[in-house]
């Protein structure tokens, strides 16, 4: 076989020249690889750089938002609440709040003013035996008491919210109301320069009248007026 092959014009070539054209070949296959992994090797470096300048700004944001709200959350603490420190959001004036009154409390013979020229007081607190004539009574040692509105002003004064409450002992007890005997309720309002009242009857065991409170509700947005002593056995 001839070592001979043949140029582009179609003139024969030595062996030699053949060995220098396919060294030339092998030459350029080797440029146009390198040529395609570096391509290939920046692509890849370019991606990477965007996909990451992407995820830093919202990991930023997030630990930034996080930081502001622990910061702008004036009730953020890593302390425990105290189990022992006080409702604050109780109301002090409810009697029924543990029986704690923060404020004037009467003694059942005061007049307690509830409006401008109208008062309030107690009088007639007595013992009585209370009789089971409703739903829900129970018969036995009561207290009975009358509750007066008196209205020194040119108004008529509504009573459609005023209610009576009673607590006794020293754990303050609410008591049970009674219809009888005797019980009679209050109007609806006060008319100028009159006074009305109302009769009201509790279920109050003898042995724990040493420490009643009778609460009188006048006004859904007022504290009610406070009487507290010791009650006739």
Same mark, same amino acid.
């Given at each position: 076989m001839s070592d001979e092959t043949q140029d582009e014009a179609g003139e024969p070539r030595s062996t030699e020249e053949n060995a220098e054209v396919e060294a030339h070949s092998r030459r350029r296959a080797l440029v146009i690889l390198v040529v395609v992994?570096?391509?290939?090797?920046?692509? =890849?470096?370019?991606?990477?750089?965007?996909?990451?300048?992407?995820?830093?700004?919202?990991?930023? =944001?997030?630990?930034?938002?996080?930081a502001s709200s622990g %910061?702008?959350?004036?009730?953020?603490? +890593?302390?425990?609440? +105290?189990?022992?420190?006080? +409702?604050? $959001?109780? !109301?002090? =004036? +409810?009697?029924?709040?543990?029986?704690?009154?923060?404020?004037?409390?009467?003694? @059942?013979?005061?007049?307690?003013?509830?409006?401008? #020229?109208?008062?309030?007081?107690? $009088?007639?607190?007595?013992?009585?035996?209370?009789?089971?004539?409703?739903?829900?009574?129970? %018969? #036995?040692?009561?207290?009975? @008491?009358?509750?007066?509105?008196?209205?020194?002003? !040119?108004?008529?004064? $509504?009573?459609? #919210? =005023?209610?009576?409450?009673?607590?006794?002992g020293a754990d303050q007890t609410p008591a049970i109301e009674l219809a009888e005997p005797g019980g009679v309720a209050l109007p609806s309002e006060v008319a100028p320069g009159e006074t009305v009242t109302g009769t009201f009857v509790y279920n109050v065991p003898t042995d724990d009248r040493g420490q009643v409170r009778i609460t009188v509700d006048y006004a859904a947005a007022e504290p009610a007026v406070v009487f507290e002593g010791e009650a006739p056995r």
């Open positions: 992994v570096v391509v290939a090797l920046v692509g =890849a470096l370019v991606a990477w750089s965007i996909a990451s300048n992407a995820q830093a700004p919202a990991a930023t =944001a997030s630990a930034s938002a996080s %910061a702008s959350d004036p009730d953020a603490s +890593d302390e425990p609440a +105290d189990p022992g420190a006080p +409702d604050e $959001s109780a !109301d002090p =004036a +409810d009697p029924e709040a543990g029986g704690e009154v923060t404020d004037d409390i009467r003694e @059942f013979d005061d007049t307690a003013p509830v409006g401008d #020229g109208v008062t309030v007081a107690l $009088s007639d607190l007595e013992a009585v035996e209370g009789e089971a004539s409703m739903p829900g009574e129970i %018969a #036995g040692p009561s207290l009975r @008491f009358t509750v007066t509105f008196a209205n020194d002003s !040119d108004e008529a004064y $509504s009573l459609l #919210g =005023a209610v009576t409450n009673v607590y006794f």
